[in-house]
């Protein structure tokens, strides 16, 4: 099928992060929590870093997140996102969907900041008509799916021509409640096939699948 409006994930779909969110994780234990062991995190990116942090140390006390919160930021803002990679063939697709007229946006639970600073620094910012983080908007949004729903009413899509691409429950929650397809990336963070709910999702397993599923580019 194909489809006019493209919202992407960042972390897990277009980028690598967990390099640099790893380094700066172990920043903020050291400083925080010294001499905790690091948890198993692929399995807990994507959602918003307070609630990354809640899943990983479900112990511990809001002024105790509250620190790893600010510990972790600090270096990320500084040195960590200069660690995310994009994956492989991402500037090629997306130039081509680009080039083919399709609208291209961005949807994160990244903050504004490291979002932007990722985005130029891996050379991608230019390729989307717009980026949204929770605080882009005001309020900020503490669900993916106001961020969508701000999205798709702000610029007018048409729901049957609109496709949410992402690799975590978060982003196949969010495409469901407001009523647009969802293509999951098998490759990324978030497992969401093994959810129930979404097993039956249309997936891609690297980012060059993503042409057959939603336009007509020549191969």
């Known amino acids: 099928m194909t489809y006019q409006n493209l919202i992407f994930d960042l972390d897990g779909t277009l980028v690598d992060s967990l390099p640099g969110i790893h380094s700066s994780m ?43 919160v600010k510990a972790f930021r600090e270096d990320y803002d500084l040195r960590g996102y200069l660690k995310s990679e994009r ?3 991402v500037v090629e697709v997306l130039s081509a ?15 504004k900041v490291p979002t932007e600073l990722i985005l130029r620094h891996l050379e991608l910012d ?15 949004f ?17 729901l049957g021509q609109s496709v949410m691409i992402g690799d975590s429950s978060d982003d196949a929650l ?4 407001v009523g647009i397809e969802f293509i ?25 699948q993503l042409v057959d599923q939603v336009c007509w580019l020549p191969h």
């Not at 925080?32 to 399995?43: D, F, I, S, T, Y």
């Not at 230019?126 to 309020?139: A, E, G, K, R």
């Not at 969010?174 to 409640?177: F, L, N, Q, R």
């Not at 098998?186 to 891609?204: M, N, P």
Request: no cysteine; aromatic share 8%.
């Open 26 to 68: 172990q920043v903020a234990i050291d400083q925080v929590l010294p001499g905790e062991v690091m948890p198993e995190m692929r399995q807990v990116v994507g959602p918003p870093l307070l609630q990354m942090f809640q899943k990983m140390w479900p112990e511990l006390s809001q002024e105790g997140l509250g620190k790893l």
């Open 87 to 89: 994956y492989p063939h």
């Open 97 to 111: 969907l680009k080039h083919a007229g399709h609208h291209l946006y961005l949807l994160t639970n990244k903050p």
């Open 126 to 140: 230019h390729f989307f008509i717009d980026q949204i983080s929770p605080d882009s908007l005001t309020p900020a």
């Open 142 to 158: 503490t669900e993916k799916t106001e961020g969508l729903r701000h999205l798709v009413i702000h610029y007018r899509m048409d």
């Open 174 to 177: 969010a495409a469901k409640e």
């Open 184 to 208: 999951a990336a098998e490759y990324g963070y978030g497992a969401v096939l093994k959810k129930r709910e979404f097993s039956g999702a249309s997936k891609i397993q690297n980012i060059m």
